[in-house]
Every structure is written in C-alpha cells, then in structure tokens.
C-alpha cells in the first residue's frame, strides 16, 4: 500500500487547563474518505486545523505524505465550519481563490465550473454578503473544490442546508472525490451523511475516539437499502451512547 | 447530473418597477439633508430684511452673495480659494503618503510596529496647534511652516484608522488566504488592503476635518492669502459680510471633500452592507 496521506499518531491538543484532542490516532489513505461524527465541541474542527496545519498538535505527530507535517499543509484545502468568505470579493472571485497561480483564462472557467456545479452559477458577480447562510457554504464548498486538492477538509460543509439541495451537494463531494481520487475528511452531524459519502466512520467523544465503523456499500449508496438503515442505526447509537450524559 | 439549484434571477418587469420606485424615492432622499441648511438660509434672510440682525452682526444672505460675486468678479476671491485649495490639496497628499504609508508598515510588519507605533501613538497626544511654535522656530513663517501643521493635522487620523483596519481584519480570513496557499505579497494584495480600507477612508475623512482646522488657523499667521487670510483681515476693518463668505465658503469646501471620499467609498467599499438607520 502507498503512504497514507495523513497519519496522525497520538495527537493531543491543549488549551490552557483543558485538553481538547486526547491521543488521536488516524491513518488516511490517498482517495479514502473518512466521516468524523461526534458531539459538538468534542474536538473536530481543532483536528481538522492540525490536520490543515493551522495549529500545532501539543503532542504526538502529524505526517503527511510521510513527512512530518511543519507549518502549513499545502495539500490541504479546507472549507470551515463557517463559510469564512472574503467579503471584499465577488462570490466567483472567492471561489477563483485557490486558483490565483493559474492562468486567468483557466482560473474564470474552473471557478465558473465549481459554483455552477453548486448551484450557484447565476449568482457569481454577487457580494457575499447578499447571499443567504446556505449559499454561502456553498459558495465556500465550490471554493475547497475547485482547486482539485489531493486532502479536502470539509467541515460540517452542509450543515445549513436544506434536505434536498444537501443531497444534491452530497452527489457533488461524493462524484468529484471518485474523480480527483483525492482523500476526504468530512465532518458531520448528519449521520445519513456520514454513511452515504464515508468509506470508514469515527465516532468522537471528548477528544477521543470512541467507535469505529467500515462502510462497505456499494457505491452510489441506497438509502433505503436495509444495510445501509442497519448501519446508520449502529452509529447512531454509538454517537448516543454516552456514559457521562447526565454529568454533563 | 446537477441541476442549479438556485436559477431563480430577478424577476425582470418586477425589478423594473421596483427601479421606478427607487429613482422617484431617491429624488425625495437627496432633496432631505439640504432642508435644513435651506430653512436656515430663509429664515436668516428674512430675519435680516426684517432689520431683526443689524448687518454689522449678521449680514442677510443675499448681501453675503452679492459680496461672495464682487470679490469673483474682481478675481480676489478665486485667488484666495485657489491658494488655500492648494495648501489643502498639498497637506492632504502628504498626510496621506505618511500616514497611510506607515499605518500599513506598522500594521503589517510586527517589526515597524514595535519601533514606531508607541512613539507615534504618543505624539499624536500632543494637539498640533501646540506646535505652532515650534514650526515657526524649524520652518519660519512662510508656507513651509504651515504646510508641516497641517500635514501633521491629516497624519494621525489617517496614520490609526490605516493600523486599526490591517489590525482588526478577522484572522480566519487569514488562514483561509493561507490554506489556499497565497503568498505574502498575494495576502496583502488581496486580504489586507480591501479589509483595511473602510476603516482607511474613515481615516480621510477625519483627516481632511483636522487638516481643514489647522488650515484656517494657519492662514491667519503671517500670510497675504489664502481664506483664512481674508477672513482676518475683514475682522481689522469690521466686515462682517466678508468674514461670513469665508465662513460659508470653509462649509462647502469642507463638504465638498467629504463628499468626494464619500463617492470614493460607495464606488470602491461597495461589498459592505452598512446599518442604514431605523
Ligand atoms: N483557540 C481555542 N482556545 C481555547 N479553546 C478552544 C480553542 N479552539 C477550540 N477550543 C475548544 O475546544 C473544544 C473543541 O472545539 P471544536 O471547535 O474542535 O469542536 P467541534 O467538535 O468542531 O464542535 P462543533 O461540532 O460544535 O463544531 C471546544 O470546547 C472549544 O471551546
Ligand atoms: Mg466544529
């Protein structure tokens, strides 16, 4: 087997007094796509932004590609939690971003591609500001993609979206990673998500790893399919179960 | 495969009709802040028809007009405004390449921050009359020395917002400049200088009121031009009419600058929606 494009090893992360990610394991092969499911504020979005490079890990070690991970990750693109656009820029020219060494020419026509294929062609001389909460998320997804990462971070890319246009975005993120071959991270509370787009699904509590589960469906995956409701019933309540809920 | 999911454009006649409303409303909306001044000007001139205000006191507007048309016509008047637009026009310029100028070292580079914003925040303490002095004392007191009081009066405004604004960008914006791997130069072009020029044209604006009040100041030391000089020298033979042009000619000059950065801003800061008022 090649490299794996991520591999994690006893990664912790510290803020002040309270520790946040708490030896986390994780190997990420080139084109696997691996779901993270946990509670909010268990840790995932912090280990999205080890991942990326954007923090450092207070111990254990990052690799990618088998380098050891110092500064940025340039594999990486990232979509955030919050679609975190530029608001200074046209909703084609935030998409354009990751483009910026192309030449022009390619630049407008893949940005143009992306943030049609989101749906979101004719509003690309929009300002940011103007779209609604969903839009620009997908305007932000459209960016992540459109760089043809070989690591694509996407956190919680859906989450405000309505039922039906996130499944149409999840036929996008899934046909463009069989595409690119390139490896996925996806965060999500959406545990349907999770089991329609995931090769393998973790399930975090508190920093930790709590469950794990292979997805082995075939692919595009039937919802209805009684494997697929077996499975989704498993993490679910493996994301449930939790023995210090009423602590909490 | 995918079908855009959001095609739904403007409804084209319904945007029509919507732009009608705007133009005929937008009309009504520029007529609103000149009301005041206007109601002002009415009952000035009334009042003084009426011999309410002795003309020694408060000239009615018309006469202020008619004086404001001899002084044109006798090419004095152009020949003031003329010399005090240019001590504006210079004062700004430079203001605006040092202030400007250094509020993006200091606030891009940690280095020009620790050597020089503590010693600039503290001499912008200091009010920039207090230098009068001083400026006669390096420059004498020709134009030189009123050049540097008014450059000094448009550096500090300028000079903070400029810092303020490279400071207070969102620094997720920054990182997500970086994951999508733009270099420095890329991140100042692109991140920087938009986040921070809002806040730089609030700069200008604040610049130009504080250059414009060392001006009038300035042009009341040792000078045979300028409007400030022929206010004061109106003040030694007591006509209050030519004190009074002056005075209204400071007002549109200044709302003339505020106005043309204003024009600056909607052309060029369009992507902020702003709170607009209840
Ligand atoms: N810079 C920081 N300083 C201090 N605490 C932080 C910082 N960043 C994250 N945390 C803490 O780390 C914990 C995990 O945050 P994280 O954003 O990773 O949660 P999450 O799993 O992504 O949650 P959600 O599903 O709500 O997005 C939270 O308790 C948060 O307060
Ligand atoms: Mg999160």
Redesign the interface.
């Known amino acids: 087997m090649a490299t794996n494009r991520v591999l994690c090893r006893g990664v912790s992360k510290q803020y002040g007094q309270s520790i946040v990610l708490d030896g986390i394991d994780l190997a990420l092969a080139p084109g696997e796509a691996v779901a993270i499911v946990g509670r909010s504020g268990c840790g995932k979005s912090t280990l999205l932004r080890l991942i ?1 490079g ?1 923090d450092r890990p207070s111990a254990g070690s990052i690799d990618i590609d088998g380098k050891p991970l110092t500064g ?1 990750n ?1 594999h ?3 979509m ?1 939690q ?1 679609a ?1 656009l ?5 909703v084609i020219d935030n998409v354009a ?2 483009l ?2 192309a030449p022009a020419a390619q630049r407008q026509a893949e940005a143009a591609h992306a943030l ?8 690309a001389a929009d ?4 779209l609604s909460g969903g ?1 620009r998320q997908r305007v932000s997804l459209a ?1 992540a993609l459109a ?1 043809r990462p070989e690591l694509l971070l996407l956190d919680e890319p859906l989450g405000a979206l309505d039922a039906l ?1 996130r499944l ?1 975005m999840q ?2 993120i899934e ?1 463009l990673w069989q595409s690119l071959g390139s490896a996925l991270v996806l965060v999500t509370h959406d545990v349907d998500e999770a089991v329609t787009l995931a090769n393998r699904i973790l399930v975090m509590d508190r920093g930790r790893w709590t469950a794990s589960f292979s997805v082995d469906l075939p692919r595009p995956r039937d919802r209805t399919a009684p494997e697929f409701t077996l499975l989704r019933n498993r993490v679910l309540d493996a994301v449930c179960h939790d023995p210090h809920r009423l602590a909490m | ?7 739904a ?1 403007l409804g084209s006649s319904a945007a029509r009709s919507r732009l009608m409303r705007v133009t005929v409303a937008s009309g009504w909306h520029q007529l609103k802040p000149w009301l005041l001044p206007l109601a002002v000007l009415v009952i000035w001139e009334i009042s003084a028809r009426l011999g309410w205000l002795p003309r020694r006191i408060l000239p009615a507007p018309s006469h202020v007009l008619s004086v404001g048309w001899e002084l044109t016509v006798s090419g004095e008047l152009p020949k003031h405004l003329w010399v005090s637009f240019r001590r504006a026009a210079y004062a700004m310029a430079i203001g605006s390449v040092l202030g400007i100028g250094l509020g993006l070292a200091t606030g891009l580079f940690r280095l020009a921050e620790q050597l020089l914003d503590s010693s600039i925040q503290m001499l912008r303490t200091v009010p920039s009359l207090a230098l009068i002095p001083l400026a006669i004392l390096w420059f004498g007191i020709g134009e030189e020395c009123k050049l540097f009081l008014m450059v000094v009066g448009a550096f500090f405004p300028l000079y903070i917002t400029t810092y303020l604004g490279i400071r207070s960008i969102d620094p ?2 920054i ?8 270099t420095r130069g ?1 991140l100042i072009r ?2 920087l200088l ?2 921070a ?1 809002p806040s730089v044209l609030v700069g200008v604006r604040m610049a130009f009121g504080l250059m414009w009040m060392n001006l009038i100041v300035v042009e009341t030391i040792a000078t045979d031009k300028g409007i400030g000089y022929l206010i004061n020298n109106a003040r030694e033979f007591m006509q209050t009419d030519i004190i009074v042009l002056g005075i209204l000619l400071y007002a549109l000059l200044g709302k003339a600058a505020d106005s043309t950065v204003r024009l600056f801003e909607r052309r060029f ?5 702003q709170f607009a008022g209840v």
């Not at chain 1, 049609?116 to 004719?122: C, K, M, N, W």
């Not at chain 1, 300002?127 to 103007?130: A, E, I, M, Y």
């Open positions: 990326a954007l940025l340039p990486a693109r990232v955030f919050d975190a530029l608001p200074w820029k046209r971003l990751g910026l060494h049609s294929a989101v749906g979101l062609g004719p509003r300002w940011p500001s103007v839009q960016r760089c246009t149409d036929v996008l046909s | 495969m995918l079908v855009p999911v959001d095609a454009g997720r914006l990182e997500v400049a970086q994951i999508f791997g733009l890329e692109h991140v938009p986040a020029l800061v369009t992507w902020k929606s």
